[in-house]
């Protein structure tokens, strides 16, 4: 049994003159309902054979089948079974094939009747891909080689082969086919196949073709070849639309930047068939960047974790001043990279790119969103032989590499809106803590007031010794209530940005002097360790607001006094540091700071020993003040000590008043409103 050798090979080792014709399927289905038309027809008892690819191919036409089988007794239909097609006697023969059999891949038709002969003996070509189901029953562009004709020895001979072939897989049917051999192939006696027919076939046989049904059939041909090339180019353009969508669709939904520019090299590498896709970020003042996600074809040599150059790079340069994918279809002749066009340093380096990387055909585009430059996307070819690029492909790179845009940007808002959302969480839990806070060190002193009072109140038989002591706890725990509730009014001020900061250039020794004044009425001043100002007469002028300026100096000093005992020593010196800024420094001999609380000291409600067992008063607010009035005017403070019982030094820098003109204008005017804040200051 020959399964391996076809049909149509069989007939024209036999005619080896005869070339065969290329049909699509459709013109195949139309020759074929014509030549069972004719059956139908006519008044002859055929023989007929009709082998089809699949059984399902049969099904279609199985009703004409039936009527044929009307006509003749000598029917055979093949087909490889699917379902319940078998080996089967009935109003006709059938005949299942082996589906590795070559029949699976041919498709024939013999009619031999005394008035009409004929054959169309064709094995399908060019099948691009191996066929599902739904392709084979749906492509009509699906192509067949082979043979049809109205000349008799050919046709004789393909029912002689087929007959052969029915015999291979039914042998009882013997004597039925050696009955259609004696009573259809017994006409086999023609010289040639070119010859006239014979008389005894009857007038109406001709043995070729009418040339009017010949060009018939070419023409139904090429139209049959022009709408397959529409198809095709409809298939393409179908495909690269599916791309773009899966690329879009993938892309879109992942909010992680890394994944993104994966996944989008990897699917456009892989739907264009490219040999190497790369994606990076980059900015247009950028002097490099890295290669992290890539795809290459099979064995091509991978670029990742390279640095790509960009500063001085042309091909960087045009795509980014122009905002427009370039393409370069030879590396080899085009001239931004011969030595000619492009200077030394940058011609050496693209030159070694191109070879190290065997880029002969690339294409740059960018990844853009608004016109901002988020990143660059290169496609290389990398065999010997350059391409051209399709402008389909370009475009297509073009909507993908702007998908890509629109993604990160999403992705990277996605990111902001998660960072804005932790800051915001912080914030409540800050707000949350220092409500919490708050109301201690608030409740505390009421606590005692309202001790205080009560008692004052029931015990109307206290001595009047402890009723003074009373009282008098009573106004300094109020008085403490007074200063936290200002300090705290004062520090959410300056948090929230409310405050108006007034400008002006001041002399740092009138400042100095105001503070120290505000500190002396507060504190009995034989109580005040010795203060020394060791501030040169002569400095600059510096700008800040006055107002606040006091504040801190006098912040500093009532810290230096309440933590240092009356026999120490404090100072007060300012030093230009060498920039726009002076350096105040308030030093003292006093308890000093452990190098470990040095930061924290200018947290909020930040008090060593805590507020309860403190000695010396305060809020706990003062030094956050400090810092927050202190960045207001762009300059830093910090503290310094040698740790316990060290003393302390804190420093704050101040921006100096530099245009020497204003500088006098605005002396005159420090002058006329130095009462003014003299006033101020005392009423606080
Ligand atoms: P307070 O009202 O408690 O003084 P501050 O914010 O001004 O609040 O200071 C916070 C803490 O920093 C103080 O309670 C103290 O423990 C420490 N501190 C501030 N200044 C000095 C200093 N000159 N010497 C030692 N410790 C200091």
Redesign the pocket.
Known sequence: MSKSKSVVSQLLESFPDWRPQMYFKSSLTALSHAMEDRVLAGSDAPLVIASFQRERFYRQEAHRYKRIAGKSDQVYVLAAPEADFTNNSDIYETIAFEPTDSLAQEWHLVVIGKNYISCLVCEEKSATAPHTKASLAMDTSRRFEGIWTFDPHVSLKAADILLDKILDYRPELAPKIKKARQEYLSLTDFPTASSEASPQLGDSIHNNPDPFVQRLVSYLQAGQYKLLKAHKSLSIKQQKEQLLNSVTDSIRRSLDTEEILQVAVQKLGEGLGVCRCIVYRCHEKDSTAVINHEFTGPGIKSVKGKTWQLKHNPLFEEVVGLRETLTIDNTSQDSRLTKQSVNKEAGKYLQNLVKTCSISSWLLVPVLYQDHLLGMMELHHCEPQPIVWKPDDVALVDAIATQVGVALIQAESYANLEDLNEQLAALDRTRSNLVAITGHELRTPLSTIQVCLESLATEPDMPEELRQVMLNTALSDAERMRNLVQDFLTLSRLESGRVEWNLEPLSMNECIDLSLSHVRSRVNSQSLPAIANLVPPELPLVQADGEWLVEVLA??L???C???QENGQITIKVASNGSSQLEVTVS?T????EPN?LET??DRF????GSLR?S?????????I?RQIVNGWGGKIW?E?EGKNQG?Q?HFTIPVFDDISQNLEKTKKTKKTKTKRNNRISSK
């Not at 006093?590 to 700071?593: A, F, L, P």
């Not at 930040?606 to 020993?609: C, I, K, P, T, V």
């Open positions: 912040k500093l009532d810290n230096a309440k933590f240092t003292d006093g308890r000093g700071i609380s000291v200018f930040y008090q060593e020993e403190r010396a008063g305060g809020t706990g607010l003062g030094l956050a400090c503290a000590s302390s804190f």
